[in-house]
């Protein structure tokens, strides 16, 4: 099951002033190199410009200019609307395209950089220290949601455990929902789960920043389009599954589902949370405290919660129930072969 929450609302490009102002001061002074960081965010920018009744100016402008592509998208975005490019990254990261730049003599050079995220001001700072006059081209602007049930909903969804994996198109997105559960009182929560059980992706390596200077484990396609990213999260999931054998029987574990023998069975959040706590650790005892402490629960449930816990998993494991052993005093370890 997909779950598809929009966390931000993104501003009409022909509405946003900051992209008018940027585009008209390349109109009027020229840019020699561009990067195009997103296929969306450059998409919106030619559709705005050929609202304001720009489009050919700025066609003028950015086809004396060399220009960068991200991937391959961009690469795509940039010959539906007339363009060609000289560059294409092999990573998708920002940094291999300034580092390609820095490689080139930019004496009296100006660059422009389409920025989806505030992220991307890092690696125009670096530019900047060398002297080189760049142009930020502001292609996406976000606002909050008209009420913020969306954001209150993933938060559960992220801390429940309730999904499995967690993409974010843009940095901007992530920030909005961590400030936001971080103003609940729950944002330590909710970095924990992405840490540990919830898997996180984002579109590209730039959005990507936001969880890695929170050592938070992320990954991204080589190509930022919705279709890769989709089929870079199914290799994700099916990678991180557990598997085991007990009593001649073959488990497989994902996410909250439990299959065996061409069966599968649908665990609660709880009891998957606890499930997958045992399968990290195989034939080994967990204790009530280590439990407690991997899986959310109110802060006065204690020992008692996790028995609880431990009741409910064997209950919907049904026949398998078997599985989970108590070892007395000590805690809890699933059977294995």
């Given at each position: 099951?997909?779950?598809?929450?929009?966390?931000?609302?993104?501003?009409?490009?022909?509405?946003?002033?900051?992209?008018?102002?940027?585009?008209?001061?390349?109109?009027?002074?020229?840019?020699?190199?561009?990067?195009?960081?997103?296929?969306?965010?450059w998409a919106r920018w030619i559709s705005a410009a050929t609202a304001?009744?720009?489009?050919?100016?700025?066609?003028?402008?950015?086809?004396?200019?060399?220009?960068?592509?991200?991937?391959?998208?961009?690469?795509?975005?940039?010959?539906?609307t007339g363009f060609t490019h000289d560059w294409v990254s092999s990573t998708g990261d920002l940094g291999e395209a300034v580092t390609w730049l820095l490689g080139r003599d930019l004496v009296s050079r100006r660059v422009a950089v389409t920025a989806d995220d505030a992220l991307l001001a890092r690696a125009v700072d670096r530019l900047r220290t060398h002297g080189i006059e760049v142009m930020v081209v502001p292609t996406r602007r976000s606002a909050r949601p008209v009420g913020l049930a969306s954001l209150n909903r993933l938060a559960q969804m992220i801390i429940q455990r309730e999904v499995h994996a967690v993409t974010f198109a843009t940095a901007a997105g992530a920030n909005a929902l961590v400030d936001f559960t971080t103003r609940a009182g729950r944002g330590s929560l909710l970095l924990r789960a992405l840490a540990t059980d919830v898997a996180v992706a984002t579109a590209h390596a730039e959005s990507a920043s936001f969880f890695h200077s929170r050592e938070i484990p992320v990954?991204?396609?080589?190509?930022?389009?919705?279709?890769?990213?989709?089929?870079?999260?199914?290799?994700?999931?099916?990678?991180?599954?557990?598997?085991?054998?007990?009593h001649g029987h073959r488990?497989?574990?994902?996410?909250s589902?439990?299959?065996?023998?061409?069966?599968?069975?649908?665990?609660?959040?709880?009891?998957?949370?606890?499930?997958?706590?045992l399968a990290?650790?195989?034939?080994?005892?967990?204790?009530?405290?280590?439990?407690?402490?991997?899986?959310?629960?109110?802060?006065?449930?204690?020992?008692?919660?996790?028995?609880q816990a431990v009741w409910r998993l064997?209950?919907?494991?049904?026949?398998?129930?078997?599985?989970?052993?108590?070892?007395?005093?000590?805690?809890y370890r699933l059977i294995v072969d």
């Open positions: 099951m997909t779950v598809d929450l929009p966390l931000l609302r993104t501003v009409p490009g022909y509405r946003d002033a900051r992209l008018r102002i940027a585009t008209r001061r390349i109109i009027q002074a020229p840019v020699d190199h561009v990067v195009a960081t997103t296929a969306a965010g304001w009744g720009l489009a050919d100016p700025l066609r003028s402008r950015l086809g004396s200019a060399s220009i960068l592509s991200m991937n391959e998208s961009v690469s795509a975005a940039l010959v539906e990954s991204w396609p080589a190509d930022g389009s919705p279709d890769e990213l989709a089929r870079h999260l199914v290799e994700v999931l099916v990678a991180r599954r557990r598997q085991f054998q007990a488990f497989t574990l994902q996410g589902a439990v299959l065996v023998n061409g069966t599968t069975i649908r665990l609660g959040s709880r009891p998957a949370t606890v499930m997958r706590s990290d650790h195989p034939g080994h005892t967990l204790s009530r405290s280590t439990i407690e402490r991997l899986v959310p629960m109110s802060h006065r449930a204690g020992h008692f919660g996790v028995d064997r209950a919907e494991l049904g026949d398998y129930d078997w599985l989970v052993a108590t070892e007395i005093g000590r805690g």
